[in-house]
């Protein structure tokens, strides 16, 4: 079993940068790919980035390459995400989520495939 927790989220002008973080418990991550994803007001829950477990490999969505980055600390069992010229369509529910299977070598973008997930932080971008 393996909890997430994220943390960071906040209210920030446009423009502005939030750098969230999950930290894991329960088991390491160290040999999981790991996603980020949103969920913005009455919108379907949307990817916005992901990496392997070596880092060797990131993803992002188009609408935020450029402007955010994921990272991880396995040695902290921590992943992370750094957002910068945050805009107002960025406002959403941020969500981590761990892929668990260890075969992974490119970081999926589909929802499905990550079997655990944190409860979620919440980012609000004013113009």
């Known amino acids: 079993q393996v909890q997430l927790v994220e943390s960071g989220g906040g209210l920030v002008q446009a423009g502005g940068s939030l750098r969230l973080s999950c930290t894991a418990s329960g088991r390491t991550l160290a040999n999981y790919a790991m996603g980020w994803f949103r969920q913005a007001p009455g919108k379907e829950r949307e990817f916005v980035a992901a990496?392997?477990?070596?880092?060797?490999?990131?993803d992002y969505a188009d609408s935020v390459k450029g402007r955010f980055t994921v990272s991880r600390d396995n040695a902290k069992n921590t992943v992370y995400l750094q957002m910068n010229s945050l805009k107002p369509d960025d406002t959403a529910v941020y969500y981590c989520a761990a892929d668990v299977n260890v075969l992974v070598v490119v970081p999926p973008r589909e929802a499905d495939e990550y079997e655990y997930w944190g409860q979620g932080t919440q980012v609000t971008v004013s113009s």
């Open positions: 990496i392997s477990w070596s880092s060797g490999i990131t």
